[in-house]
């Protein structure tokens, strides 16, 4: 799994969407775009794309579309449209975009997947290179979320760490 930490300036949503799958496609990657307000680090995105594999390999994925179910996960949510909201929009985004190899594509190698973050960079939305996961707004985290205060209080571990719990509660929710 590669992460591109990046700004987006979007005119057009759908089109962006359809170039990302249209990246993917060439280059054998699943790619999805997260607006990186919404990522506790990059563990929580690895575990997503962990969970979501494994309900696609047990038949149990709510969406038929990979990128989806990896949302999905990522935001601890069933509903996709609630977890669209993790998800980019039209305007300026700090975003990560989540590149990773397709299971059980022909095209697995390090090379392709290097192919693929070189043709998003190459893409009209991209606005360049940032960190972008460097700090987080324990604030939106929490809201988005729903980590309480006593929650926090509860316990020694990170707002990342609960919020990987969240991705995780995701199975046990179904």
């Known amino acids: 799994m590669d992460l591109l930490e990046c700004r987006l300036d979007i005119n057009d949503l759908d089109s962006f969407v359809a170039d990302l799958t249209a990246i993917g496609e060439r280059h054998g990657a699943t790619l999805q775009t997260v607006d990186a307000r919404y990522v506790a ?3 929580h ?22 990128a989806v179910e990896i949302l999905l996960y990522a935001a601890g949510r069933r509903q ?37 973050r070189a043709a998003v960079t190459e893409l009209e939305a991209f606005a360049g290179t940032e960190p972008t996961l460097d700090q987080q707004d324990e604030d939106v985290l929490r809201t988005f979320f729903d980590i ?21 509660l995701l199975d046990v929710e179904k």
């Open 80 to 116: 996709i449209d609630r977890a669209l909201e993790m998800g980019v929009g039209e305007g300026e985004n700090r975003a990560v975009v989540l590149i990773d190899a397709t299971p059980h594509s022909d095209s697995k190698n390090g090379s392709d997947l290097d192919a693929a």
């Open 148 to 168: 309480t205060d006593a929650e926090r209080a509860a316990t020694d571990a990170s707002l990342a760490a609960l919020v990987r719990e969240r991705v995780a």
């Open 41 to 43: 680090d990059r563990r």
């Open 45 to 66: 995105l690895e575990r997503a794309v962990e969970l979501a594999d494994r309900a696609i390999e047990r038949g149990e994925n709510v969406a038929r579309d990979r």
